[in-house]
C-alpha cells in the first residue's frame, strides 16, 4: 500500500480513540497510557529490563464508571527511549 499527499500524523492505521484512559499492568507494576490505538500503547516512565522485539503477557486495565476490566494480553516490545 502506498499513502501519497497525507501528512504523518494521517498514516496512522488505526485512530486514537477519545475513550478513558488504559492501564497496563507489566511485571507487577502498573503503567499509565500516555497514548493507546487498537495497534498499541505508549506507555511513559517504564522502569524495567524489558528489550525492543521481546515478547510479554501483560495485563490490560480498563475502568468505566465503576466497572473494573482485565484482560490478559500478550505483547511484544516495539521500542523503548530511556530518555
Known amino acids: 500500500m502506498k499513502i501519497v499527499g497525507t501528512t504523518i500524523n494521517e498514516r496512522r492505521r488505526d485512530s486514537r480513540p477519545k475513550l ?10 502498573v503503567y499509565a497510557t500516555s497514548e493507546w490505538t487498537l495497534g498499541g500503547f505508549l506507555i511513559d516512565k517504564y522502569v524495567g529490563s524489558r528489550r525492543a522485539g521481546g515478547i510479554m503477557t501483560m495485563i490490560v486495565l480498563v475502568e468505566v ?4 476490566f482485565e484482560h490478559f ?5 516495539v521500542r523503548i527511549d530511556r530518555d
Open 73 to 77: 494480553v500478550d505483547a511484544q516490545v
Open 20 to 29: 478513558p484512559p488504559i492501564k497496563v499492568q507489566i511485571d507487577g507494576k
Open 65 to 68: 464508571e465503576d466497572q473494573k
